[in-house]
């Protein structure tokens, strides 16, 4: 049997390969632009097409795969739904069956909609003639006539009952073999429907048993009351027999009484009335979801315009009928269609009747690869797995078995791939009715189109780019396989460990395995090593030809891969064994808990709780000494080179209970303290690696209590080669001439920055630089006579951050604000006002500024907001708190939502009253200030000790490590030897404070 890896491979539009051997040609569609495609045989009269798109809306692939098969040849379709019309049924059961029963599948398709909550379809079942399930119907239902042609459309089947019991009388529009409900009326069942019906309620029942006649649509029956019973949940069915039965709570209090009228011996007829006579002669049926085309036009009347996966059937003008799905939830392979685009892509595909089947994670198509043994899935279900559904469309083959070699298939049967990449095909046989058979003693092989060579043994090697076929005969029969070459891809992409990477911290003396990957046409090409070219620039090591990296020195340079002339490159900073391997800042978050019950994780960015950067962790624990399994803050960070040490920061709760770090060693698992909670502040932890240590796994909670629970909060985790306590920012010197901005970043314990360590800006953009060790250069926008700003920021590896600014003074530079001619804040006011920072306030002779007012809070909102807030519309939800909200002026209420939203302004708590004030119209002090400064900043520069202020004990506690740190940055230096915390602040030293951090 063919591996499932092959038929991967030949079943392209799937995540590791493309099929690509379609013309190049664009074309557009429904789906989007057509960049691939491939038909496969799979018998005679049907054929398996697979098609790949380009959706450009939303930048991702979209993924259809149908079989179109001809009603009149040796194909036939036929309905299956497993034992039962109740309970749904996996694809490999169904499959199972038509195996038992002689049958080759050439295809599977999942088929009507169905109740998830007890696996019955919705609409029309037919099978072998018989009606098995009664049609719904609002939608349409699709019947495969003993001709073999489908119709689409409604039967118009009512079920009648009636009986010679005058207090029976009579009924219409009786459902057959659905579930019982309340509210479903009367039902009538047969032993298709399962063991029993299932009821959940009391229920009435009527075994009835078949005088003469059959469930066939547009017939009818007569049968006789065996015996009557009322009945505690599901009824038991029979074989040959009928049942009525309605739920003893029903709505409908007239049909029970009518029901219960009923005695043994009874007759009572069933007719199957049709409106449509064509339906009599449907060997099986099954039910839609809905209409999609109509007489050659759309009939989507639904706004359903979501991408799923979707499942259809189509009939088209010749009488050949489509089978389609289209993939879908699976960014990458296909994102999958809308409903009105499934409509149109039917009529592109000839159909002048098409239905909706069951779509979603129903959707799947299963195909019989010629010369295999069973079908295998073509394209990918959303949900990763097949789902069991209600019913399926299987694709029969008819013909006759020869047994001796008719037809060859190779496999992969369609490719692209790049110059220089080598594939091994794999050749089966069929007979001429497509059934497997031996394959003949000798083969040989062909290429077409000069796109290179094949070997005996059928390993081809592409040698130049172009279309053509790599073929093969013997025995007198003969196949082929499409094949593209590609010498130039559209884009390379460099992978580690299967994903891309673009930056790389690793340690010197270490060896990193890279790969690459390329794309043609938003496919994947199927490649080799030899097909690409390695280098490495910055004297950092070296690689081979497989790519693998060897860092022999220290420093920053980076990985190249090279083909066609396409290239693309990885950052790579070689360390003495030093690594930073989680600081909880982005979303990427490498520790996770192994039971959230009772360890929950929560990312803060409230920077009073931040040690470095932007966020932490904090960590809620509840633990019992009968907890049979460690709950674990996991991580699986790997272990090699020089490291000896790791380091990270803890603020505790107070409490006695200890932190356990766990390592996988030669020895198994060994566990280290790490120290308690007793300690509110921040302290960093440093702890020993074990000898033979191989994987940090994570970190656990012990206590000598029964019953404990606590909190605690991690930042800044280090892998170190030497126990050390770095708390010195890196040192920055710079300046500019000739257009060039130059500046050397040292560190003692970082002295190679990478380049993910400096943000350089210009007047607040980011400014393209170039690093070499500590060297930054970076050329500066031309000069336009204004002055600007340059600020440049670095963090060392322990996360220690430093500032340097350069400002570049304007060339006579005409101040925007009438009363700031002298004033000490002139040049701070005249930038912010050109960076659109700032405003003033209009009069008749000009615009002020006002500098020696004092700032209100209102104020202060819109200048932080016009300094941090690109989209304000982004906060137009926000719920403010605040009692006084509606004093906010209408003029500052937007940048107040921002700023609130941002955690930038809190507001004040009224211990009186226990509400939240904003005040927007009083002035905002000093500390203040510097406190909602302090929390736009990351946290991690040095901190100036208040105590060489007279007044630095009277700042508050929750202003003085922000006060602290905008005096090391020189944001703030005080007035006159004071920091005077309480005082307003105006809006002159409200300007400075802002230039300073731009």
């Not at 994903?499 to 790389?504: E, G, I, K, N, R």
């Not at 090593?529 to 693998?548: F, L, Q, T």
């Given at each position: ?245 309605i739920a003893s709570d029903t709505s409908y209090v007239g049909a029970l009484s009518s029901l219960r009228a009923l005695q043994p011996g009874d007759t009572v007829r069933v007719d ?21 085309v109509s007489g050659g036009y759309t009939n989507v009347k639904s706004t359903d315009t979501g991408l799923n996966p979707r499942t259809a059937l189509g009939v088209r003008s010749d ?680």
């Amino acid at each position: 049997m063919i591996s499932n890896k092959i038929l991967r491979r030949a079943a392209a539009l799937a995540l590791s390969l493309s099929l690509a051997a379609a013309p190049v040609s664009v074309s557009a569609s429904a789906l989007g632009e057509e960049i691939g495609g491939s038909s496969l045989r799979l018998a005679r009269g049907a054929e398996l097409q697979q098609t790949l798109f380009w959706n450009s809306a939303r930048a991702d692939r979209v993924s259809e795969n149908y079989v179109v098969y001809d009603p009149d040849d040796t194909v036939e379709a036929v309905v299956a739904y497993g034992n039962d019309i109740r309970g749904a049924a996996a694809f490999r059961t169904v499959l199972e069956q038509a195996k038992e029963a002689g049958q080759q599948v050439l295809a599977i398709l999942n088929g009507d909609i169905f109740d998830t909550a007890n696996g019955v379809a919705i609409g029309l079942v037919v099978k072998d003639g018989l009606l098995r399930s009664s049609e719904y119907s609002q939608y349409p239902s699709v019947g495969f006539l003993r001709d073999g042609s489908v119709l689409i459309g409604s039967a118009g089947l009512s079920i009648g009952l009636r009986s010679d019991n005058e207090a029976f009388g009579s009924f219409n529009n009786v459902s057959f073999n659905k579930n019982l409900s309340k509210n479903s009326g009367l039902m009538l069942y047969s032993s298709d429907y399962g063991e029993s019906t299932a009821a959940s309620m009391d229920s009435c029942n009527v075994m009835l048993s078949i005088d003469r006649g059959e469930l066939r649509l547009g017939s009818s029956l007569e049968c006789s009351v065996l015996s009557t019973a009322e009945t505690s949940g599901g009824a038991i069915l029979a074989e040959d027999r009928l049942m009525l039965s309605i739920a003893s709570d029903t709505s409908y209090v007239g049909a029970l009484s009518s029901l219960r009228a009923l005695q043994p011996g009874d007759t009572v007829r069933v007719d199957l009335f049709i409106t449509d006579p064509r339906w009599a002669e449907a060997a099986y049926a099954i039910g839609s979801y809905g209409s999609l085309v109509s007489g050659g036009y759309t009939n989507v009347k639904s706004t359903d315009t979501g991408l799923n996966p979707r499942t259809a059937l189509g009939v088209r003008s010749d009488g050949n009928v489509v089978l389609y799905t289209v993939d879908g939830r699976r960014s990458g392979h296909s994102i999958g269609s809308s409903l009105q685009d499934l409509a149109y892509r039917m009529l592109e595909l000839g159909c002048v009747e098409a239905v909706n089947l069951d779509g979603g994670g129903s959707t799947a198509l299963l195909a019989l690869y010629p010369g295999c043994e069973a079908p295998e899935e073509v394209g990918l279900p959303s949900e990763g797995a097949l789902r069991r559904c209600a019913n399926y469309i299987l694709l029969l083959n008819r013909a006759s078995s020869t047994g001796s070699a008719a037809h060859l298939h190779l496999y992969p049967y369609s490719l692209q791939l790049l110059k220089g990449a080598e594939v091994g095909f794999e050749v089966k046989a069929t007979d001429k009715g497509y059934y497997a058979c031996e394959l003949p003693a000798r083969l040989s092989y062909d290429v077409t189109g000069g796109i290179g060579s094949v070997s005996e043994e059928g390993v081809f090697l592409a040698g130049a780019a172009g279309k053509g076929q790599v073929s093969v005969s013997g025995g007198g029969a003969e196949g082929e396989a499409e094949v593209l070459v590609v010498d130039r891809p559209d884009s390379v992409v460099l992978l580690r460990n299967g994903s891309a990477v673009s930056s790389l911290n690793v340690e010197q003396g270490t060896e990193i395995s890279f790969s690459a990957q390329s794309f043609f046409r938003h496919q994947i090409l199927r490649d080799a090593p030899a097909c690409y070219e390695w280098s490495v620039s910055g004297g950092i090591g070296s690689i081979d030809e497989r790519g693998v990296f060897t860092a022999s020195n220290r420093g920053e340079g980076s990985v190249t891969v090279s083909v066609g002339g396409v290239s693309a490159s990885a950052s790579v900073k070689v360390s003495s064994g030093n690594l930073r391997f989680e600081g909880f800042e982005g979303s990427n978050i490498l520790f996770s808990s192994t039971d959230p019950e009772r360890l929950r994780t929560e990312i803060l960015r409230d920077k009073s709780l931040v040690r470095y950067g932007e966020q932490s962790m904090k960590v809620d624990y509840e633990i019992s000494a009968t907890d049979e399994e460690t709950a674990l803050l996991s991580i699986g960070q790997h272990l090699s080179g020089k490291s000896r040490c790791i380091s990270f920061w803890l603020r505790g709760d107070g409490g006695t209970d200890r932190l356990q770090l766990h390592f996988k060693t030669d020895a198994g698992e060994t566990l280290l303290d790490a120290g308690s909670l007793e300690s509110r502040e921040w302290k960093q932890v440093l702890v020993a690696l074990p000898e033979n240590a191989s994987l940090f796994r994570g970190i656990s909670v012990s206590s000598e209590k029964e019953e404990a629970q606590g909190s605690f909060c991690l930042d800044q985790f280090l892998l170190l080669e030497d126990a050390l306590t770095d708390l010195d920012p890196p040192e920055i010197g710079g300046g500019a001439e000739a257009g060039v901005f130059r500046a050397l970043i040292s560190d003692a314990g970082d002295p190679n920055p990478a380049g993910s360590q400096i943000a350089l800006s210009f007047d607040g953009a980011p400014l393209a630089f170039t690093l070499s060790g500590g060297f930054l250069t970076a050329q500066l926008p031309e000069a336009d006579g204004r002055s600007h700003k340059i600020s440049l920021l670095a963090s060392d590896l322990s996360g220690n951050l430093s500032r340097f600014f350069y400002e570049i003074p304007g060339d006579g530079e005409e101040a925007p604000f009438a009363d700031m001619a002298g004033h000490w804040a002139e040049r701070y006011t005249t930038y912010l006002r050109a960076q659109g920072i700032i405003n003033g306030v209009k009069k008749d002779d000009g615009l002020y500024y006002q500098p020696d007012k004092n700032m209100s809070r209102s104020e202060f909102a819109v200048i932080m907001s016009n300094w941090l807030v690109e989209d304000l519309s982004a906060y137009s939800a926000v719920e403010l708190p605040f009692a006084d909200l509606t004093e906010i002026p209408a003029w500052a209420l937007s940048q107040v939502k921002a700023m609130y939203s941002l955690g930038y302004v809190t507001g004040s708590l009224d211990s009186a009253s226990g509400k939240l004030y904003f005040k927007p119209n009083s002035s905002i002090s000093r500390q203040e200030a510097m406190t909602i400064l302090g929390r736009s900043q990351a946290r991690g520069y040095a901190e100036t000790d208040l105590a060489g202020f007279p007044d630095g004990g009277s700042v508050a506690g929750w202003a003085a490590p922000y006060l602290r740190s905008l005096l090391s940055q020189g944001v703030i230096s005080g007035s006159n030897g004071k920091l005077l915390p309480q005082d307003p602040v105006t809006r002159g030293q409200m300007a400075k404070m802002v230039y300073c951090l731009y």
